[in-house]
Nanobody
Framework: VQLQASGGGSVQAGGSLRLSCAGH????????KAWFRQLPGKEREFVAA????????QYADSVKGRFTISRDNAENTVWLQMNSLKPEDTAVYYC?????????????????WGQGTQVTVSS
């Protein structure tokens, strides 16, 4: 199972970015997926998660109403649409996958991780 994140970049406060996470491996398309973010020297922080069928989503309070997680299992891809970005959203963003059905907000709940993609929001 491989996950490849992309779409990061630099944007001014109030702007938008769309992150993508492409899965490689036949069964990973149906796994629970999530996005986490991390600042240097800090623990990985939960951002959003989506169930295997896409009917259930969960968000961190800090991003509710601004970020949207979605997926297309046929394309084996998960997206994180980030609107109204704030400087405090600056971090390295990681996508993750889990064989468990339950959505987890802890990094230990996910077995598979992609490489990070940097998001920088300037004021």
């Amino acid at each position: 199972v491989q996950l490849q994140a992309s779409g990061g970049g630099s944007v001014q406060a109030g702007g938008s970015l769309r992150l993508s996470c492409a899965g490689h491996g036949r069964t990973v398309s149906m796994y629970t997926k999530a996005w986490f973010r991390q600042l240097p020297g800090k623990e990985r922080e939960f951002v959003a998660a989506i169930s295997g069928h896409g009917r259930t989503t969960q968000y961190a309070d800090s991003v509710k109403g601004r970020f949207t997680i979605s997926r297309d299992n046929a394309e084996n891809t998960v997206w994180l649409q980030m609107n109204s970005l704030k400087p405090e959203d600056t971090a390295v963003y990681y996508c993750a996958a889990s064989r468990e059905f339950a959505l987890s907000e802890t990094s230990t709940g996910y077995e598979y991780w992609g490489q990070g993609t940097q998001v920088t929001v300037s004021s």
